[in-house]
């Protein structure tokens, strides 16, 4: 429990570091948690997101080519993150930008970076670009996207 709440606590203050007062006018704004596992060279993640234009279950892979940063330090990496459920919407962001390793008091991967919309069942979201978060601690994750 106290990881959630630490998680929360950090989540509450980087989204409204980074998204201010703009967010409530995005065409995309989506949120969510779950879990995560991470390896060598990625971080896998997955749960259930809500928010606009869609909502639902969420997968992704942050990618590090050149592996994990350690604590401290921070990597250039790629994240794929699809979100929908079955038979409703779906979009998929890809994202350029890095990942960091800090400690809270866990170990924590951040990966901020730019996304667009590499994939979506309705046309108009093909174009929505916008601002993409991934953290994993300690097997939880959440992500976040606003545009």
Same mark, same amino acid.
């Given at each position: 429990?106290?990881?959630?709440?630490?998680l929360a606590a950090v989540t509450a203050a980087t989204t409204?570091?980074?998204?201010? @007062? #703009?967010? %409530?006018?995005?065409?995309?704004?989506?949120?969510?948690?779950?879990?995560? =596992?991470?390896?060598?060279?990625?971080? !896998?993640?997955?749960?259930?997101?809500s928010g606009t234009p869609v909502s639902g279950a969420y997968?992704?892979?942050?990618?590090?080519?050149?592996?994990?940063?350690?604590?401290?330090?921070?990597? @250039? #990496?790629? %994240?794929d993150l699809r979100v929908g459920d079955a038979g409703g919407?779906?979009? =998929?962001?890809?994202?350029?930008?890095? !990942?960091?390793?800090?400690?809270?008091?866990?170990?924590?991967?951040?990966?901020?970076?730019?996304?667009?919309?590499?994939?979506?069942?309705?046309?108009?979201?093909?174009?929505?670009?916008?601002?993409?978060?991934?953290?994993?601690?300690?097997?939880?994750?959440?992500?976040?996207?606003?545009?």
């Amino acid at each position: 429990m106290r990881t959630l709440t630490t998680l929360a606590a950090v989540t509450a203050a980087t989204t409204l570091a980074i998204a201010g @007062p #703009a967010a %409530a006018s995005s065409r995309l704004s989506l949120a969510g948690t779950g879990a995560s =596992t991470v390896d060598a060279t990625s971080v !896998v993640v997955s749960g259930e997101v809500s928010g606009t234009p869609v909502s639902g279950a969420y997968a992704g892979t942050v990618t590090v080519p050149g592996g994990v940063p350690a604590v401290g330090e921070c990597a @250039p #990496a790629s %994240a794929d993150l699809r979100v929908g459920d079955a038979g409703g919407p779906t979009i =998929t962001l890809h994202s350029d930008g890095e !990942v960091c390793s800090t400690i809270v008091p866990w170990v924590l991967q951040d990966f901020r970076g730019r996304f667009e919309v590499t994939d979506s069942s309705r046309r108009g979201w093909r174009s929505i670009r916008g601002f993409l978060e991934v953290r994993a601690l300690n097997g939880l994750s959440d992500v976040y996207a606003t545009s």
